[in-house]
């Protein structure tokens, strides 16, 4: 079965430091894709990056960077020099290519940048 | 502008009371699909729609229902609003050109039901 892990119900870093935030994945399709949303306080999932389960390369988008480890199964995102406005929920997500578009979501990691 | 909008952004109803939420997207994506948020979780899938004629069920369909009335419009409508139904709802769009495409969202809406 399909799930998503993000062991950290929160986390508090202090400003211009780097951030990893944890997602680990269970799929047996060999194709999918995984995915970071940020949530703000005001309520609305902006979608930050994208990686293919092909993807030979660690995505990037600004300061924004997964760690994808295929064989440990996880797609940590990545945040360097952290910024007040990153503080947020964060949502790991995956969705197979194989099934329904169903993407399937992790419980959130809420992060706290400290000035 | 938004690419994906919702109306309304905010709406308090009461027990029983028929709502719609309505979401229309400039994107031009043939997918588009509901979504409800509760208080410190995840998403789960309402409705699903790959494009005008073709609309699925998900994860949480009972209570909902759903119209497609063009390819930039999906509403989202309760026939009898229940107070467990209080929640964040997002609208998503994706372009379906492949198994994995990227689902952008709307901004929300908060429903409350008294």
């Known amino acids: 079965a399909q799930k998503i892990t993000q062991t950290q119900p929160g986390m508090f870093v202090q400003e211009k430091e780097a951030v990893t935030l944890d997602c680990t994945y269970d799929t047996s399709d060999p194709s999918y894709g995984l995915f970071w949303y940020k949530q703000p306080s005001s309520g609305e999932m902006i979608f930050l990056i994208y990686?293919?389960?092909?993807?030979?390369q660690n995505a990037t988008e600004g300061r924004y960077s997964l760690n994808f480890q295929k064989a440990r199964k996880s797609a940590n995102l990545v945040i360097s020099a952290s910024q007040l406005g990153d503080s947020a929920m964060y949502f790991c997500?995956?969705?197979?290519?194989?099934?329904?578009?169903?993407?399937?979501f992790g419980k959130g990691t809420r992060l706290h940048i400290l000035p | 502008d938004a690419d994906v909008t919702q109306t309304p952004r905010n709406r308090i109803t009461k027990t029983g009371k028929r709502i719609m939420l309505e979401c229309s997207q400039t994107k031009g994506h043939d997918r588009m699909y509901w979504y409800r948020q509760d208080p410190g979780l995840g998403l789960q899938l309402i409705y699903y729609?790959?494009?005008?004629?073709?609309?699925n069920k998900g994860e949480i369909s009972d209570g909902y229902s759903v119209s497609r009335q063009a390819q930039a419009k999906f509403s989202l409508s309760l026939e009898s609003a229940i107070p467990n139904q209080t929640a964040l709802y997002f609208c998503?769009?994706?372009?379906?050109?492949?198994?994995?495409?990227?689902?952008?969202f709307g901004p929300g809406t908060r429903l409350l039901v008294l």
């Open positions: 990686q293919g389960s092909y993807d030979q």
């Open positions: 997500a995956m969705k197979n290519v194989n099934r329904d578009d169903k993407i399937i």
């Open positions: 998503a769009t994706s372009e379906g050109t492949g198994g994995w495409e990227t689902q952008y």
């Open positions: 729609s790959f494009d005008v004629k073709d609309i």
